[in-house]
């Protein structure tokens, strides 16, 4: 007789902060949990002391995971049959990479999206003496979809927006003109802006000068509009993706979309452009203009494990690219004798200018003890702390916003 399967449960915590998606965001995903909860980093270590879990995933930006590490570590202190922990990036890793993969060291296993960025990774961790034995090669999670067949009715042109790429409002409104302007010389097109959030949301990266207030002040023809959601959706009408820099350029070429990685405004590291040096994607507004139509680089899209050999849609080696992280779970489950003690690299030890800093955003202590006057338990908020809550987030989304790019000018004066 046959076992039933196992089936999984899945517990969020979503860390309380500036970048907490809200509903919208969390649907997007397409992954609902069986209890979703939102908590401080103290009250989420706190909940790592009562409840029992099998394998944990920081998906925290850098000194978010740091923090936690350094806390599990000491709140699982003793404990061999702790959880494996993961973590890694999801997107393009263009920027801070030492910075970002030093605070991401610790956890049994760093994921790496690419062969490329598994080989750098281990570079950086091997190059400080860390272990870099965590590193472990998988795909960027979210690909998938159609393989791109050929020109839709009408022919779709859409523009993947960035929330801080780039910052200044000379460069967005350099950018937004020029995308107003290829709608206008193609009518028979439609000219999709593809936004990552609506007005009033925050991703991980605090957009000061969005598109949608830009937008306002052109007057786009008929054939341009903005678009929100899921970008596997949108890119099922694209037959032509435009970007600065955005991981969406590599889930266009998964799916064989023409993809081209703008140079208007240079080639440059600030950019996160200069991650696709080789990969033939490389054009500017006036070569789209005239009818360009980029060819991949196929040697450099396979690094990037990208349509790896395989095909868009799962077959092949794309399938297969969480293989090698599923068998090394396992293995560390079934460990004798337990897993080891976390051992981030950042220790009090060997950045005791840099460490303390990171831990104590998080309102924890340099030995990852909860500092004294820490957010207490706040389980159950009643309905007019949630009020405040919200109204506090507007207060600092609308500081960031509209009154911070404000002293700033009037600072330049």
Same mark, same amino acid.
């Given at each position: ?77 003793? *404990?061999? $049959?702790? #959880? ?6 999801? +997107?393009?890793?263009? &920027?801070? @990479?030492?910075?970002?993969? /030093? ?113 306002? *002040?052109? $007057?786009? #023809? ?6 929100? +959601?899921?970008?596997? &959706?949108? @890119?099922?009408?694209?037959? /032509? ?173």
């Amino acid at each position: 007789m046959q076992a039933d399967p196992v089936v999984p449960v899945l517990d969020g915590y979503l860390l309380r902060g500036r970048a907490t998606p809200t509903p919208r965001q969390l649907a997007e995903v397409g992954v609902h949990a069986d209890s979703l909860r939102e908590v401080t980093a103290v009250e989420f270590l706190r909940a790592m002391t009562q409840e029992s879990y099998d394998v944990l995933v920081l998906a925290l930006v850098g000194g978010g995971v740091q923090a936690v590490l350094h806390g599990l570590k000491r709140v699982w202190e003793g *404990r061999a $049959d702790r #959880p494996v922990v993961v973590t890694g990036y999801v +997107g393009v890793v263009y &920027e801070k @990479l030492a910075d970002g993969l /030093l605070l991401r060291h610790g956890a049994d296993l760093v994921l790496a999206n690419s062969r490329q960025d598994a080989e750098r990774f281990r570079a950086v961790y091997d190059g400080v003496g860390a272990d870099s034995s965590s590193v472990t090669e998988v795909a960027l999670p979210f690909l998938g979809g159609a393989a791109y067949t050929g020109e839709h009715d009408p022919y779709t042109v859409v523009f993947a927006a960035q929330p801080s790429v780039p910052e200044s409002r000379k460069d967005r409104t350099y950018l937004l003109n020029r995308l107003v302007r290829h709608a206008r010389l193609h009518p028979e097109r439609e000219v999709l802006l593809k936004l990552r959030s609506q007005p009033g949301e925050h991703t991980t990266h605090i957009e000061e000068l969005p598109y949608q207030k830009l937008v306002q *002040r052109l $007057d786009p #023809p008929a054939n341009f509009r903005l678009v929100y +959601g899921n970008m596997g &959706e949108v @890119l099922d009408r694209t037959d /032509l993706l435009v970007t600065i820099s955005s991981t969406a350029a590599l889930e266009s070429l998964h799916r064989r979309v023409p993809t081209v990685v703008l140079s208007d405004l240079g080639v440059r590291e600030a950019l996160g452009n200069h991650h696709f040096v080789g990969s033939g994607c490389l054009a500017s507004w006036d070569q789209l203009d005239a009818g360009h139509r980029p060819a991949p680089d196929e040697e450099w899209i396979a690094r990037q494990g990208v349509a790896a050999g395989g095909t868009p849609s799962g077959a092949g080696s794309y399938a297969s690219s969480w293989d090698t992280a599923r068998e090394r779970i396992a293995k560390l489950l079934d460990r004798p004798g337990g897993l080891p003690p976390l051992t981030p690299w950042y220790t009090p030890a060997t950045a005791p200018g840099y460490l303390p800093g990171i831990l104590a955003r998080h309102h924890l202590g340099p030995d990852g003890s909860p500092l004294p006057g820490a957010p207490a338990s706040d389980k159950d908020p009643g309905p007019v702390r949630q009020i405040v809550r919200r109204a506090a987030r507007g207060a600092y989304r609308h500081g960031v916003q509209r009154v911070a790019p404000v002293i700033r000018r009037m600072g330049e004066l």
